[in-house]
């Protein structure tokens, strides 16, 4: 027998089936073990030796396989074809080895890119070892990662409360976004004037020409700035004769763009379709492990967590075979197209993302596929076959009018342009971010020195506007032409965004919040190289060439660390007061605007003599003044954008309509908060707000994702059975058959995939317990000398908290989690334990006696309780 080891139940079962009976497929669930979240499982001075510690729910199943490589022939490791899927792989055999499970058994990597029996197949026949250099990379990253994290993140902790972390991609990706919000800050509105004239032929054909030059100068966009100066230009035109002057035909070529890439996918599919990144990636990842069709699992796209532009030599034959069958020999190229990428440290390992099978039609398996698989599915399928079809032909035309009265003379022109041959535009064209459709109109036909009549002549006035903000796919854009992060890690580090409430999303763009700009602010005056662009980019490459075996991991470490770990030396002796008044001046645009009077922003307007400074208080940030305590004035950073009560305080609010209805989504403010409703009536559909999303947020994409729960996630691949995700009373969850499994957040309920849903089921499943659980421990503070339990930190439906036993005591605001110590989480349980009329136990040898005693008299425990409790509290 042979055990193959992939990441997911769903592959397991899939591949199982290619393999045969000769072949065991088991499931890791993903990764197995990671750094624990504490200091020291990175050990700088100890030639940066690295703890590992088994996931908690990982154990039973790393049981499960050393159990049965024990009586196998031969283990092979078969997991995702990427950096992540060979560290699981690594983690496996590392573990496996631990157990002494393997003895003398051949133990072989292999890879495949697509999960079709054909592919699994091939692959079997290609066996090799694991990739040490690429293994490499991976501790490389994750090392820096977690230095970078748990180095920074409790100097953040000291001297910026509130601040929840730092990361080495986080912090950059941050800071794009910031950087954004301020230029939008810094940018000053500008009138300008654009002048149109209506024309037409001697055969009263349109021609629309917009001014060019004027007596001899030539005339840009913004060069009109008045209205006097387009009044004048408008007169002289109205009263001017027209002619043609000039006549320019161009031939051009428009070619198609290559097959997707992670972050392309992910950037069309936001266009085009609606989807968030992450949404993107769960749909992709259903559609590359295989759906049924007809009865047998089959994957139908290739591995979609990669850079590579270039597609497979017999998918190129595939590609140009379905054009000629489909569209004929007039939109297949004499020779087939080749891709190179141009992102910033592309590693180009893998091929592009395509459909499995260039044969199976998007028609063909729709009624088969979910909704949003078959959209996605169609997409992929066009970008690739549209990336190997024939460039489209246009012509492209300029026509220069002169408009001559009196003695002033001016120029307009008029551009246009024909596709003479469509081309790949035939099937796909890719959309466009923030940019106006340049395609011009058909001209007629006109000759030199042709007269032409006026019509009108309209002078229109234009404002000037801030670049726009980023949206989730134009932020991924921007990252990788930096060569910020990779395909695996962009989804992750814009949730970590959202997560730590650095950044919201108003109308799919993102907006910094305070936190978020107070964070970036502090990084960029105190530790500017660590969350520069180029520092980062520079980084990626260094880890790719570790991938390529040409640098060594741990002296890249050893370079890094000497720099970064002087650096926060050297700011822990920083006074809180200096970074305050850093901040200020940084941060001046969005904390002090100039009034329009002109006036000092800064002076205080209750006392008229004290300065106004950044605070730091228990709940967060704010202004106030430096008078205090004489005076004071406060107030928060910002006003304007972001109020959470302005949609409550303004009554119902519509939102739009529901696209499968038809009904008005509405968001209202109830007896218990805020909620969206779907139609009217005696019983309409109604959602409450989950925790943390403020009314001035909510549109309406968010609010249908909300009314659509609970959401299917998918059929159990064990018991087939529907798998449910949604928001209860003690937070978000997934259901299967009974049993409730908490999930780590809000967002994750409307993205959770099948295996993610089925991991935490059967973690559930694990210890027990049917129904609806305690969230997991944050950290152990240890032991309670008193009540004789352990004390633990833990995240819950209405914010962090600390337990022992039965009491559970909720942290102030303002005080982090893992900043909590032994003493205090003590002082919070016996407050609360005094608020509930709780009177503590006698510790416990007492409680042991109670349990244990042999007569009545020991089991009541005589002792004065009030002295007892005195003592306690």
Not at 59 to 75: G, N, P, S, T, W
Not at 530 to 547: C, K, M, N, P, W
Not at 769 to 798: C, F, M, Q
Request: glycine residues 8%.
């Amino acid at each position: 027998m042979n055990i193959v080891i992939v990441e997911s139940p769903a592959k397991a079962k899939t591949i199982n089936k290619y393999l045969g009976s000769g072949y065991r497929v088991l499931a890791s669930y993903g990764h197995i073990r990671d750094l624990p979240a504490k200091d020291g499982s990175v050990k700088p001075d100890d030639d940066f030796d690295m703890l590992w510690e088994v996931d908690g729910k990982a154990k039973k199943r790393l049981a499960e396989i050393a159990a049965a490589v024990k009586d196998a022939d031969r283990l092979i490791l078969a997991t995702d074809p990427d950096r992540e899927g060979e560290a699981i792989s690594w983690h496996v055999l590392e573990v496996l080895r631990q157990k002494r499970a393997l003895k003398d058994k051949p133990v072989e990597r292999v890879v495949f890119n697509a999960i079709t029996k054909q592919a699994v197949l091939d692959a079997m026949k290609k066996p090799r070892a694991i990739d040490a250099p690429l293994v490499d990379a991976y501790l490389a990253r994750r090392a820096l990662d977690y230095l970078v994290g748990f180095t920074l993140s409790p100097v953040l902790w000291r001297k910026l409360p509130g601040a929840r972390s730092a990361g080495r991609v986080q912090s950059v990706a941050l800071r794009l976004v910031c950087d954004r919000e301020a230029e939008i800050e810094r940018f000053r509105t500008q009138e300008y004037w654009s002048i149109l004239a209506r024309l037409a032929t001697a055969g009263d054909a349109a021609i629309d020409a917009r001014l060019a030059g004027l007596d001899g100068r030539k005339i840009g966009r913004l060069d009109i700035g008045t209205k006097a100066e387009a009044d004048d230009i408008k007169k002289m035109l109205d009263g001017a004769a027209f002619r043609v002057i000039d006549i320019e035909s161009k031939p051009q070529k428009r070619h198609p763009q290559p097959p997707f890439t992670t972050s392309t996918l992910q950037q069309e599919a936001s266009r085009k379709l609606g989807f968030s990144a992450t949404h993107t990636m769960r749909v992709a990842q259903r559609l590359y492990e295989g759906v049924n069709l007809g009865g047998e699992t089959v994957g139908l796209i290739t591995y979609m967590r990669t850079d590579g532009v270039q597609i497979a030599p017999e998918a190129v034959r595939a590609t140009r075979d379905a054009i000629l069958s489909r569209f004929g020999g007039r939109y297949l190229p004499d020779v087939p197209r080749h891709y190179s990428t141009k992102a910033k440290n592309a590693q180009e390992a893998h091929e592009a993302i395509r459909p499995t099978e260039l044969g199976r039609h998007p028609d063909e398996v729709r009624r088969m596929l979910e909704p949003d698989e078959a959209r996605l599915y169609e997409l992929v399928w066009k970008r690739t076959v549209a990336s190997q079809m024939e460039s489209a032909e246009l012509e492209r035309t300029t026509i220069d009018v002169e408009a001559r009265n009196g003695g002033r003379v001016a120029v307009l022109r008029a551009t246009g342009a024909v596709i003479r041959f469509d081309g790949f535009l035939t099937l796909y064209q890719e959309g466009k971010d923030d940019e106006e459709d340049e395609e011009g109109r058909r001209l007629p036909a006109v000759a030199p020195n042709e007269a032409l009549q006026r019509r009108a002549v309209e002078a229109s006035q234009h404002f000037t506007e801030p670049p726009p903000r980023y949206t989730e796919a134009t932020l991924i854009k921007k990252m990788e032409e930096l060569g910020i992060g990779r395909p695996s890690t962009y989804t992750s580090t814009l949730a970590v965004l959202r997560d730590r409430g650095y950044v919201t999303l108003e109308k799919k763009r993102l907006l910094p919040e305070d936190k978020g700009r107070l964070v970036t602010a502090f990084l960029e005056s105190f530790f500017d190289t660590y969350v520069g662009y180029d520092f980062t980019a520079s980084l990626e490459e260094q880890l790719d060439r570790i991938s390529n075996g040409e640098l060594s991991w741990k002296d890249v470490l050893r370079d890094f660390w000497k720099a970064f770990s002087a650096s926060v030396d050297d700011i822990k002796e920083l006074r809180v007061a200096d970074v305050l008044e850093a901040l200020n001046e940084m941060l001046s645009e969005h904390i002090f605007p100039t009034p329009e009077t002109g006036d000092d922003p800064r002076v205080c307007p209750s006392c008229g003599s004290g300065r106004l400074s950044l605070k730091i208080g228990r709940y967060g940030s704010f202004v106030g003044c430096s008078n205090y305590p004489e005076c004071r004035y406060t107030r928060q950073l910002a006003n304007g954008e972001g109020d959470g009560q302005a949609a409550a305080e303004e009554g119902d609010k519509a939102l739009g309509e529901d696209p499968e209805t038809g009904l008005a989504v509405t968001l209202r403010q109830g007896r218990f908060g805020p909620y969206v409703q779907l139609g009217e009536g005696e019983k309409p559909k109604r959602a409450s707000l989950p925790r943390g999303w403020e009314p001035a947020t909510i549109d309406l994409d968010r609010a249908l994702s909300l009314l659509s729960l609970p959401r299917e996630v998918g059929l159990h691949p064990e018991t087939g059975k529907m798998i449910t995700a949604g928001i209860g009373r003690y937070g978000p969850f997934v259901l299967h058959d009974g049993t409730f499994a908490n999930l780590d957040s809000v967002e994750e309920v409307f993205t959770v995939g099948l295996n993610r849903a089925v991991a935490a089921i059967a973690e559930k499943q694990s210890k027990g317990s049917r129904g609806r659980g305690t969230p997991a421990a944050l950290k152990s503070l240890g032991e309670h000398p008193e009540l004789g339990g352990e004390i633990t930190v833990r995240d819950g439906r209405y914010g962090p908290y600390v337990n022992c036993g039965k009491v559970n005591a909720t942290l102030p605001k303002g005080l982090e989690p893992a900043a909590v110590t032994l003493e205090q989480a003590m002082q919070f349980i016996a407050a609360k334990q005094e608020r509930d009329g709780i009177k503590p136990k006698a510790g416990k040898a007492a409680a042991k006696t109670k349990i244990t005693g042999k007569t009545a008299t020991k089991a009541k425990a005589p002792a004065k309780p009030k002295a007892k409790s005195k003592a306690a509290k």
